[in-house]
């Protein structure tokens, strides 16, 4: 299973941005899904959550800012970042826990990760 992140990018201080995270490979099914981000020098960092049944969690550093949303049909989860700070500052990650096909056509629990795209809010 492969996580792809998109629509990172340079922006101004209170400008907006839009994450987006497309899954493929042999998935099975995709469970919770999840946005981290990781500074330079700090510990990646939990951003915000969504459940298959849409319910969502963030850090407090975003509530009002971030939402996070997703769409089941194509295991796709989208993160809107807007009122944007200098301290957003990170490369966001993708993540989902879910089930895929092995190569013998099981089907298995696994952990995803994307490779990460750069936010970079700076005037």
């Known amino acids: 299973v492969q996580l792809v992140e998109s629509g990172g990018g340079l922006v101004q201080p209170g400008g907006s941005l839009r994450l987006s995270c497309a899954t493929s490979g042999s998935v099975f099914s995709i469970n919770t899904m999840n946005w981290y981000r990781q500074a330079p020098g700090n510990q990646r960092e939990l951003v915000a959550t969504i459940t298959v049944l849409g319910r969502t969690n963030y850090t407090d550093s975003v509530k009002g800012r971030f939402a996070i949303s997703r769409d089941n049909a194509k295991n796709t989860v989208f993160l809107q970042m807007n009122s944007l700070k200098p301290e957003d500052t990170a490369v966001y990650y993708c993540?989902?826990?879910?089930?895929?096909?092995?190569?013998?056509?099981?089907?298995?629990?696994?952990?995803?990760w994307g490779q990460g795209t750069q936010v970079t809010v700076s005037s």
């Open positions: 993540n989902a826990d879910g089930y895929h096909r092995d190569s013998w056509n099981r089907v298995v629990q696994g952990n995803y």
